[in-house]
Structure formats: structure tokens, C-alpha cells
């Protein structure tokens, strides 16, 4: 029998849910503003925040080994290059 160690109150998850929310007014009302690609810049750093936030508290991975936070910054590493290498193709249209 496993017992959870990890347990978290109900009120860690509305915080960090509400820290959602108003990440995604943020994001919004920067969208609204025009900053040309600027605004694509901070909007993904954001969202890569958001994703940190969903991983850690939603996902658990706050509680897991070394070895599997690792692998989850390699993911992020090789998707945070694949996004560069596209965004650096868009210009050559």
C-alpha cells in the first residue's frame, strides 16, 4: 500500500488556478496592445510559465524524482528549438 506524502489542500490548486486566470487576462490584454512580434514573444513566455505551473502543481511533477524533471526540461529544450527553427523559417516566405 502506497501512502501519499504529496498531498496538497484544495486551496493550493484555486490558487494556482487563479493564478491561470490571470495569467490569461495577461496574455490578453497584451495581444490587445499591438506590440507587433514583441507581443508573440511575451505571450509565449507566458504561456511557458502557465505550462510550468500546470506541470508542477496539476501534473505533480513538483514531487518527482530528478531523473524525470530532467527529461521533462529536455522536452522542453528541444520543443523551445523546434519553435526557433520555425519561427526562424517564417521571415523566408
Not at 495577461?26 to 505571450?43: E, K, P
Not at 518527482?64 to 523546434?82: D, Q, Y
Amino acid at each position: 500500500m502506497h501512502e501519499n506524502d504529496h498531498e496538497l489542500k484544495y486551496s493550493t490548486y484555486i490558487y494556482v488556478w487563479l493564478a491561470l486566470v490571470v495569467l490569461t487576462w495577461v496574455t490578453v490584454f497584451i495581444a490587445g496592445l499591438h506590440f507587433g512580434n514583441a507581443a508573440v514573444f511575451v505571450a509565449l513566455l507566458i504561456a511557458a510559465f502557465k505550462s510550468s505551473l500546470v506541470f508542477a502543481w496539476f501534473m505533480h511533477l513538483k514531487n518527482e524524482s530528478g531523473t524525470i524533471k530532467w527529461m521533462v526540461a529536455t522536452l522542453f529544450v528541444v520543443f523551445a528549438i523546434f519553435i526557433g527553427i520555425t519561427f526562424t523559417d517564417y521571415p523566408f516566405r
